[in-house]
């Protein structure tokens, strides 16, 4: 099976869904391929990111792999090309659909996987004019898509069961939370339900009861709230106290045969109705544009999901093992057998975030600091400073620190840090660091550390651990062949005479 981390990946349509899907992948360090007709395709991308990257920034602390590379095609060929996945994004149309998955399978490897972001059609009739069929699936997400986990994945009859263990597994490893639905059926899951909600609130409009603005904040107030932790039988199982789910059904369960709903029936889509919905819709929103409501939502629901995540909850529960494994990928991105220990290691890698930067553009300092800090902390986890090594009481603090600044990193550039270890003792490692541009190799800064070995419970310095100090010791040795950095062991001083 393909790892997308072998990618790329093609994104066959850049609107809000496409944009969403590379979005999440490039910043889980998956290069991606778009195409789309569209001419303001590449600036919906691009901007759909920023606020991807914005959102992520704030949601958490942990070290994000480099971000992927983005590259927008001149046609489908071209995009699907050496793809070991490809994500078709292109409007709900059935004829459409098919013809664009028939040239994506034409130009695709033979064991790419197809997934579609239909919200609706069935993966059978997508299939149907397909060669390959048992490569295509549903794989519908909910926008934003870099930040709702949620994934529902649907095969139609002709889909391989092993293809739908292999998407799961995919989109597992992008921090979401794939759904295999049991059956294939109109609507999938989460839209049949949303479909129910949508049928009443038109109703609700139409009829003069309630305002588009009432009904949103009758939810959001409310029942959407709950939502965020719980689904309907859930909560219904709460409402029924100690006696439970049965005790709601039998109070409860004949209301359901009042008239109060409108389901089996749409109203008519007038001008006139749309009309009202339209202006009722522009007079909710006020004046702000769509990236700023973008901006709005992703911050609601990055509050929700680091709220979750501390209860452990819901989706809460997907982000918190996806951020587990961020810190687990860091610590752990150094460890491979063919790495050169004679050489500078590189440990640690990513890229310059949005808000890194000051107000001339550039990396602020105090970001300079905490890459080195977490390029500390890969060479660290190399050595062998993991979790049970800190749960028995011993670990490192840094003591000293000299950065010189020598480039302006600008935002969106690719890092890498190299490792020297230049000296230490039994107590003692004395660190230097180079950050780089990865494109270009230029020199962005450098970074001098002494670090400390401290028994953590007694509050003093002591002796390493034997592995620890084994392996320090090892790469020290190593080491000590390279050539001594010009700049190591500088103080801060101006010319004599000045």
């Not at 961020?326 to 890698?349: G, I």
């Amino acid at each position: 099976m393909h790892s997308l981390k072998q990618g790329p990946v093609a994104v066959i349509g850049g609107g809000v869904i496409g944009g969403g899907w590379a979005a999440r992948l490039l910043l889980n360090g998956i290069d991606v391929r778009i195409h789309d007709p569209h001419p303001e395709a590449g600036r919906r991308v691009r901007e759909m990111l920023a606020n991807a990257e914005r959102a992520w920034e704030s949601l958490t602390s942990a070290p994000l792999p480099a971000k992927g590379s983005l590259s927008f095609c001149g046609s489908i060929a071209e995009a699907v090309e050496g793809s070991v996945f490809i994500e078709e994004c292109t409007p709900e149309n059935l004829e459409l659909k098919q013809r664009i998955l028939a040239e994506v399978e034409n130009d695709a490897a033979s064991d790419a996987l197809i997934g579609s972001s239909t919200s609706g059609l069935l993966p059978s009739d997508l299939q149907s004019e397909m060669k390959h069929p048992e490569r295509l699936l549903v794989t519908h997400p909910f926008n934003p898509v870099y930040l709702l986990p949620l994934v529902e994945l649907c095969g139609g009859r002709l889909t391989s069961p092993e293809v739908l263990d292999q998407a799961a597994a995919l989109f597992e490893s992008l921090g979401m939370r794939p759904l295999k639905l049991k059956k294939e059926i109109d609507g999938f899951l989460a839209d049949r339900l949303l479909e129910a909600i949508w049928r009443e609130s038109l109703w609700l409009v139409h009829d003069d009861v309630a305002s588009v603005e009432d009904l949103d904040d009758a939810f959001r107030f409310g029942p959407g709230l709950r939502f965020a932790l719980m689904g309907s039988f859930l909560i219904y199982r709460i409402a029924g106290g100690e006696e439970g789910m049965r005790h709601f059904m039998a109070q409860f369960g004949p209301a359901l045969k009042w008239p109060w709903t409108k389901l089996m029936d749409v109203p008519e889509l007038t001008d006139t109705f749309l009309d009202k919905i339209a202006s009722q819709s522009d007079e909710q929103a006020g004046n702000l544009s769509i990236r700023e409501l973008e901006q709005i939502r992703d911050d609601g629901l990055v509050a929700i999901l680091q709220g979750l995540k501390g209860v452990d909850w819901g989706a809460g529960s997907v982000f918190r093992k996806q951020e587990k494994q961020l810190f687990e990928n860091f610590h752990q991105n150094a460890v491979h057998k063919d790495l050169d220990e004679t050489q500078p290691l590189v440990l640690h890698r990513g890229w310059i975030r949005p808000s890194w930067t000051d107000y001339n553009g550039h990396m602020t300092e105090s970001r300079y600091l905490q890459v080195f800090g977490d390029a500390t902390d890969a060479l660290l986890g190399y050595l062998g400073l993991d979790q049970e090594y800190l749960d028995s009481g011993f670990s490192v603090f840094t003591v000293e620190s000299h950065i010189r600044h020598l480039d302006e990193g600008a935002p969106g550039s690719n890092f890498v840090v190299k490792t020297q270890l230049l000296g230490g003792d039994e107590k003692r490692l004395h660190i230097w660091h180079e950050l780089l541009d990865q494109e270009s190799g230029s020199l962005f800064a450098t970074g001098e550390h002494m670090l400390l070995h401290v028994d953590t419970l007694a509050a003093k310095s002591c002796t390493m651990q034997s592995r620890l100090l084994s392996k320090s010791q090892q790469l020290r040795s190593l080491h000590q062949s390279l050539k001594r950095p010009e700049a190591a062991g500088r103080s801060i001083a101006l010319p004599s005479g000045n």
